[in-house]
Nanobody, 124 residues
Framework: QVQLVESGGGLVQAGDSLRLSCAAS????????MAWFRQAPGKEREFVAG????????AYADSVQGRCTISRDNARNTVYLQMKSLKREETAVYYC?????????????????WGQGTQVTVSS
């Protein structure tokens, strides 16, 4: 079992930056590839970014490519999502997810564990 707790969400203005964190506990963090998803009101959950077990491979949704960076600190059992130039349409609940495979993927059904989410609200 892996427990995931997201933090760092809040209310920001369009164009601002924000860093989300996801702290993991339970099983060995390095066994899991990690990802961030988000779900806006009335929309389906969508993939934002993913990172492999060792951190050497990352993937991003086209919509955030160049503005977001996912990273992990296996010594701290934490994964991060740094977001820049936030847009109003990126208002959503952001979720952290863990998958007991080497590489992260964009399909949410492939993930074994999920956090409760952290709200990010981007105002104009």
């Amino acid at each position: 079992q892996v427990q995931l707790v997201e933090s760092g969400g809040g209310l920001v203005q369009a164009g601002d930056s924000l860093r989300l964190s996801c702290a993991a506990s339970g099983r060995t963090f390095e066994w899991y590839s990690m990802a961030w998803f988000r779900q806006a009101p009335g929309k389906e959950r969508e993939f934002v970014a993913g990172i492999s077990r060792g951190g050497g491979s990352t993937a991003y949704a086209d919509s955030v490519q160049g503005r977001c960076t996912i990273s992990r600190d296996n010594a701290r059992n934490t994964v991060y999502l740094q977001m820049k130039s936030l847009k109003r349409e990126e208002t959503a609940v952001y979720y952290c997810a863990a998958r007991q495979r080497a590489l992260a993927v964009a399909r949410d059904g492939e993930y074994d564990y999920w956090g409760q989410g952290t709200q990010v609200t981007v105002s104009s």
